[in-house]
């Protein structure tokens, strides 16, 4: 098995709901890919380093997994660069 860390950011003006929905979203598009999510962790509102698509803050979600194939990475990865909701994000490989 290997395992991946995720953070993605999805912008503040969405309302709290909206929110919590695209983070589910991405979560199920994970298990149902074949990965299992080992820790979610939703880091709250927080100030940018500096300016993305016009947005100075952005809403952070940390999602742990462990995945047989690249499949789910894959997926995530393609979904996340065509959803408007998310801003940034960045997926790890770690190393035992």
Do not use: C, W
Request: hydrophobic residues 40%; proline residues 1%; charged residues 30%.
């Amino acid at each position: 098995m290997k395992n991946y860390e995720i953070m993605f950011i999805v912008r503040p003006t969405l309302t709290e709901e909206e929110i919590k929905a695209v983070a589910n979203n991405f979560q199920d598009i994970l298990t149902n890919n074949g990965s299992k999510v080992t820790n979610f962790k939703e880091m709250g509102q927080r100030e940018l380093a500096y300016e993305i698509k016009k947005f100075k803050s952005g809403y952070y979600f940390l999602i742990n997994i462990e995945a047989s194939d690249d499949k789910a990475i894959k997926e995530f990865d393609r979904l996340a660069l065509i959803s408007s909701d998310v801003i940034r994000h960045l997926i790890t490989k770690i190393e035992d």
